[in-house]
C-alpha cells in the first residue's frame, strides 16, 4: 500500500511509518510547526516529507491516509483530509493501524501513567541485544535503538500502549486497539485531566485493557495500590514486582551513583546482579519490571540481560546530561504529568544533593495548563531551590478551562519557593547567567521550551566551561 501519515512527527505516528516501511509499504509524510528532538529525527528517517499540509502531498495512487491526533493538525479541517474524504481514500489513525497490522502477533503492550516510554525501548533493546528480532513502537528516541520503530521477524512486538483517546472523535484509549498477549503496567495515577475528569473514569480504559489478555496471556504489573484494584479484571497470570519486597520481582542493595548497582530479586529467591547509568530511583523500578518480564518469559538469559541492561542508554529528554564542559549540568527532563515531572526532579535531589537545583518548566500538556489541575504546582517543585516557568502554549485552550500565565506563577509563589515568568529564550538565558556554579539545572517540559534544549548547553559550556577549567 502506499500510505500518507498526516502529522508524521508525532511520536507515535513516526514509529508507526517506521514500521510499516519495514513491513513492505510506501510511506510519505507531512506536518507543521514542530520542534526538536522530534522534528530533526524525523527528516533523517528517508521518507518523503513536506512541512506544510498540502493536498499535493497525496500521491494520485494513495490507499491511505493516517491522521494524527494532535489539535494542532485540524482534525477534519485539515486541508490533506478534507482532499482524501474527496477521492474516497480511507482515513484512519495509527494506533488502528498498528492494531490491524499486528493483530495476528504477540504483543506486549506496555502502559501505565508514567514510565512507559523507557519500559518499552528497553525491553526492546533487551530482546534485539540478546539476538530476538522483535518489533517495537515506541514514543520516544533511545539512542540505544537503531529507530523508534521496527516490524521485525519474530512473533514478539513491543508496543508503548497509551491510554489517551485515539482522537476528538474516537474516545477509545489507544492501547484497547493493540490485541495484547501480555501487558507491562508500570504506573496508575490521575492523568489527562481533560479527558478524564475523574480518576474513576482514568482507570477505566486500564480495566478494559486488562479485560483483553487472553488466559495464557501474562499481567506483569507494579504492586501499587491503584494497579491492585484494578488487576481483578485480567483472567490471566498475574506478576507483581517493585523496588521494595513484595510477592513478586523487587530490587536490593540499591546503591545509587553515575552508574547505579543492584540486585534483581525473583521468586523462589532468583538473583541477578545489575548496573545502570540511568538516573532516579523511577528507573530502578522500571528496570526491575521489565527485567522480571523477559526473564518470567523465558525470552532472555540472565547473563545477555546484565549486559543489556548496562549498556541501556535510556532515552532523548528522559534527564540527558546536556552539557559537556560545564561545571552547571544542565539536564533536560520529561514534565507531560505532575509523576514525571516530580521523578525528575527526586532524581535531581538524589543525584545532586549539594547543589541547589533550578528548574527550568513549561506548562505545555491540557493537564498542566488546566485549573483542575492547578493543586499539582502546590508540591512538584519540592526540593528546587528556584523555578523559572515559560509560558502555557496557546493551542486549544478553548476546548477546557485553562489558567492563565499569572494564576500559575502566582500558584507556585504560594509555596514558598523563590519563581520567576520568563517569555523568550534571551529572558531565560539572562536569568540564568547569573549563577554561582555550584548548582544544576533541569530543563522540563514535553513541548518546544523556547528552544531551550537546543541554545542554553552551548552557554553553558562557554560560560561556566571556563570556570571549571580556571578551577
Known amino acids: 500500500m502506499r500510505i500518507h501519515f498526516t502529522g508524521i512527527a508525532g511520536a507515535g505516528m513516526a514509529a508507526a511509518a517506521l514500521m510499516m516501511r519495514e513491513a513492505g509499504h510506501m510511506v510519505?509524510?507531512?506536518?507543521?510547526?514542530?520542534?526538536?528532538?522530534?522534528s530533526t529525527y524525523v527528516e533523517g528517517l528517508g521518507f518523503r516529507i513536506s512541512w506544510a499540509f498540502d493536498p499535493a502531498n497525496l500521491d494520485d495512487d494513495l490507499d491511505l491516509l493516517v491522521l494524527g491526533a494532535s489539535a494542532k493538525l485540524g482534525g477534519e479541517a485539515n486541508i490533506e483530509v478534507q482532499a482524501a474524504r474527496r477521492r474516497g481514500i480511507r482515513i484512519t489513525t495509527f494506533p488502528e493501524l498498528v492494531g490491524e497490522a499486528t493483530a495476528t502477533r504477540q504483543n506486549i503492550v506496555v502502559a501505565g501513567s508514567f514510565g512507559?516510554?523507557?519500559?518499552s525501548a528497553l525491553m526492546a533493546h533487551i530482546l534485539r541485544e540478546a539476538g530476538v528480532d522483535a518489533g517495537w513502537m515506541i514514543g520516544a528516541i533511545s539512542p540505544s535503538l537503531p529507530d523508534t520503530g521496527h516490524w521485525g521477524a519474530a512473533a514478539e512486538v513491543v508496543l508503548e500502549g497509551d491510554e489517551y483517546i485515539v482522537g476528538p472523535t474516537d474516545r477509545r484509549s489507544k492501547f484497547v486497539l493493540y490485541h495484547p498477549r501480555d501487558v507491562l503496567l508500570t504506573s496508575l495515577v490521575h492523568d489527562h485531566v481533560n479527558v478524564f475528569p475523574t480518576f474513576a473514569e482514568y482507570k477505566a480504559p486500564f480495566r478494559d485493557l486488562l479485560r483483553l489478555i487472553p488466559a495464557d496471556g501474562l499481567l506483569m504489573a507494579r504492586a501499587s495500590d491503584p494497579i491492585r484494584a484494578v488487576a481483578g479484571e485480567a483472567a490471566c497470570r498475574i506478576v507483581w514486582y517493585d523496588t521494595d519486597p513484595c510477592d513478586g520481582w523487587h530490587a536490593e542493595d540499591i546503591r545509587f551513583g553515575d552508574v547505579s548497582r543492584f540486585t534483581l530479586v525473583g521468586p523462589g529467591g532468583r538473583r541477578v546482579a545489575l548496573a545502570t547509568s540511568l538516573l532516579g530511583a523511577h528507573n530502578i523500578e522500571n528496570i526491575v519490571g521489565v527485567c522480571g518480564y523477559v526473564l518470567e518469559r523465558g525470552l532472555v538469559g540472565e547473563e545477555a540481560l546484565t549486559r543489556a541492561v548496562a549498556s541501556f542508554a535510556g532515552i532523548r529528554r528522559r534527564l540527558d546530561r546536556l552539557t559537556t564542559r560545564s561545571a552547571v549540568?544542565?539536564?533536560?527532563?520529561?514534565?507531560?504529568s505532575y509523576e514525571k515531572a516530580r521523578s525528575a526532579i527526586e532524581?535531581?535531589?538524589?543525584?545532586?544533593?549539594?547543589?541547589?537545583?533550578?528548574?527550568?518548566?513549561?506548562?505545555?500538556?491540557?493537564?498542566?495548563?488546566?485549573?483542575?489541575?492547578?493543586?499539582?504546582?502546590d508540591t512538584v517543585f519540592e526540593g528546587a531551590a528556584r523555578v523559572l516557568i515559560v509560558p502555557p502554549p496557546h493551542h486549544g485552550e478553548t476546548s477546557h478551562s485553562q489558567s492563565s500565565f499569572g494564576e500559575i506563577l502566582a500558584r507556585v509563589a504560594a509555596t514558598g519557593i523563590t519563581v520567576e515568568g520568563v517569555e523568550t529564550a534571551d529572558a531565560a538565558t539572562a536569568a540564568l547567567s547569573r549563577l554561582k556554579g555550584d548548582e544544576v539545572v533541569l530543563l522540563l517540559s514535553s513541548g518546544p521550551l523556547l528552544g531551550l534544549p537546543d541554545s542554553l548547553p552551548r552557554v553553558f559550556d562557554a560560560r561556566y566551561g571556563a570556570r571549571e577549567a580556571a578551577a
Open 28 to 38: 510519505s509524510g507531512s506536518d507543521a510547526d514542530v520542534f526538536p528532538p522530534m
Open 116 to 119: 512507559k516510554s523507557t519500559c
Open 329 to 336: 549540568p544542565v539536564i533536560e527532563g520529561f514534565g507531560s
Open 347 to 377: 532524581a535531581m535531589l538524589l543525584h545532586y544533593p549539594d547543589r541547589p537545583l533550578t528548574v527550568v518548566f513549561e506548562p505545555h500538556t491540557f493537564s498542566w495548563r488546566s485549573r483542575d489541575a492547578l493543586q499539582w504546582y
